[in-house]
């Protein structure tokens, strides 16, 4: 069983370049998260998802976008990349209804600077 | 707004020794808390939670957490730490919702352990 699996692990952008965090998820999980940690920080919501077609801001969306047209994947785009969004991104994934027990299952993150 | 407070960014330990991590959170309603653990280079672990009833959770690998009211504080204790221990932790509380789980955290303690 995979559960939460990010790609890329390490990324270097060019300021203004954009890019693609890819997460998908094997468990079925209707819920899904784009979190980033800072130093010092902890994890920041980015953006969130309660099923396929469903997203929603959170706290730090700004610079950001995401779809969900599956229930496995839930990609995190970055437009037009700046030095404030290097950072380290984690998906993480749980399920809805009574299989709900509060936990959140994260994938290994991805480390992107922004040069 | 929610938030969480955790006021030691770095504590060191001796191993075998007792460690306690200090969590305050901020809540208006009757709040759910967690504390995770993430070692170098992975994504976070559940280690607790606390949702209702006895105050004093038990934890995996040896941790245990103590929710006080009265203080507005989820303390995470270990009584003997083990050089495996060393890792970030991180104490969290949730909004949980109609809208899905959505995870504050705090910004994290370091913990390293000495031989």
């Known amino acids: 069983n995979a559960g939460v699996t990010q790609t890329p692990k390490f990324r270097i952008l060019k300021i203004g370049q954009s890019m693609t965090l890819q997460c998908t998820q094997d468990?079925?999980?209707?819920?899904m998260y784009w979190y980033r940690q800072d130093p010092g920080m902890g994890l920041k919501l980015i953006y969130y998802s309660v099923g396929a077609g469903i997203t929603d801001k959170g706290e730090v969306p700004n610079g950001y976008n995401v779809s969900r047209s599956t229930t496995e994947d839930f990609p995190l785009r970055l437009e037009l990349a700046a030095p404030s969004q290097t950072s380290v991104y984690f998906c993480?994934?749980?399920?809805?209804?009574?299989?709900?027990?509060?936990?959140?299952?994260f994938g290994e993150g991805s480390r992107l600077t922004v040069l | 707004a929610q938030s969480v407070t955790q006021p030691d960014i770095h504590i060191t330990v001796s191993e075998g020794a007792s460690l306690e991590l200090r969590c305050n959170y901020s809540y208006g309603a009757t709040p759910y808390l967690f504390w995770y653990v993430q070692s170098p280079g992975q994504g976070l672990q559940l280690l607790l939670k606390?949702?209702?009833?006895?105050?004093l959770v038990q934890g995996i690998k040896g941790f245990e957490a103590e929710f006080k009211r009265s203080q507005s504080s989820f303390n995470l204790r270990k009584p003997s730490v083990h050089w495996s221990d060393a890792a970030e932790y991180f104490c969290?509380?949730?909004?949980?919702?109609?809208?899905?789980?959505?995870?504050?955290f705090g910004g994290g303690t370091r913990v390293l352990v000495k031989p």
């Open positions: 993480a994934s749980t399920p809805q209804g009574e299989a709900n027990t509060g936990e959140l299952f």
């Open positions: 969290a509380v949730d909004s949980w919702g109609a809208a899905g789980n959505k995870l504050t």
């Open positions: 606390y949702f209702s009833g006895d105050t």
């Open positions: 468990m079925n999980h209707n819920y």
